[in-house]
């Protein structure tokens, strides 16, 4: 199911496709978005948009549950999936991200790195972004392949535009869409089922979604053998507020298992 180029790609642009590894998992997933929108977490959030239009739901961290999502999470490849890609001996969960663009919403994702967010660091990192509704290319998610060797983590900001962490000096994210030309960029047609997976430190966005069909996705986060906290001035995306830790201490504890090997 993964190919030594796939996971070349992977390795040197930050983000490889990945076709129809998670189908068997999808209408299950579904179900789960739905028990997940009428019992959500404490970390919800979903924006409404100023123009009126549908929401935008998010929650955080609910893997473990709703029986689709921890489907997918431990009884899929993903796990062995994430040690390959990483080249690491083991994969642990960081946490998960559930995502619905409901039709005509028009928050678009803007352009981002997911590590600057997060209370752990490392060199190996994947994220797999899971759609359960067909994606065409002009709405789907886009990357800028090769951005996680810049050595840059750029000032995180809310989905909405405002600063997560009140005086972040850190620089801006660039204006890509102002410089596509000079970019690689990339993106694909997804169908459910299909994944893409990329690094933490990848530059990406997503358009808003004005189709009469709905967006919902389910990205999962996974760290490998060389994982450690960090301690941020300020909060993190997602929270863990009771989360007890050591700056620069070996990632782990009972929140985020080791789920390769099984």
């Known amino acids: 199911m993964l190919t030594d180029a796939q996971i070349e790609t992977f390795q040197s642009a930050g983000v490889v496709p990945l076709r129809g590894v998670f189908t068997d998992y999808v209408e299950a997933a579904r179900e789960a978005i739905?028990?997940?929108k009428a019992s959500p977490s404490w970390r919800?959030?979903?924006y409404h948009p100023?123009?009126?239009?549908?929401?935008?739901?998010?929650d955080y961290v609910v893997w473990n549950r709703f029986d689709g999502y921890r489907a997918l999470v431990t009884q899929s490849p993903m796990p062995e999936l994430a040690a390959r890609l990483m080249q690491s001996a083991t994969a642990r969960i960081f946490h998960d991200?559930?995502?619905v663009k409901e039709p005509g919403n028009s928050i678009v994702t803007p352009w981002?790195?997911?590590q600057p967010y997060y209370l752990v660091e490392g060199e190996q990192s994947v994220s797999f972004w899971v759609p359960l509704d067909p994606v065409p290319r002009e709405r789907t998610i886009e990357y800028v392949a090769g951005s996680h060797l810049w050595g840059k983590e750029f000032k995180p900001e809310r989905f909405d535009g405002t600063d997560l962490r009140a005086g972040d000096t850190s620089e801006a994210v660039p204006d890509v869409d102002a410089n596509r030309e000079n970019l690689d960029i990339v993106g694909w047609d997804m169908q459910p089922g299909d994944a893409v997976a990329f690094d933490?430190?990848?530059l990406h966005g997503a358009p808003a979604?004005?189709?009469p069909v709905r967006r919902r996705v389910i990205s999962v986060r996974w760290v490998g053998d060389d994982a450690r906290f960090v301690r941020r001035d300020g909060p993190t995306s997602p929270a863990f507020p009771d989360l007890e830790?050591?700056?620069g201490a070996a990632f782990g504890g009972p929140e985020f298992p080791v789920l390769y090997p099984r």
């Not at 100023?50 to 998010?58: L, R, S």
């Open 34 to 36: 739905e028990q997940n």
């Open 44 to 46: 919800e959030r979903t």
């Open 50 to 58: 100023d123009d009126g239009g549908a929401a935008f739901f998010q």
């Open 97 to 99: 991200h559930i995502l």
């Open 112 to 114: 981002h790195q997911d």
């Open 200 to 202: 933490f430190r990848t």
């Open 209 to 211: 979604n004005a189709s």
């Open 245 to 247: 830790y050591t700056d």
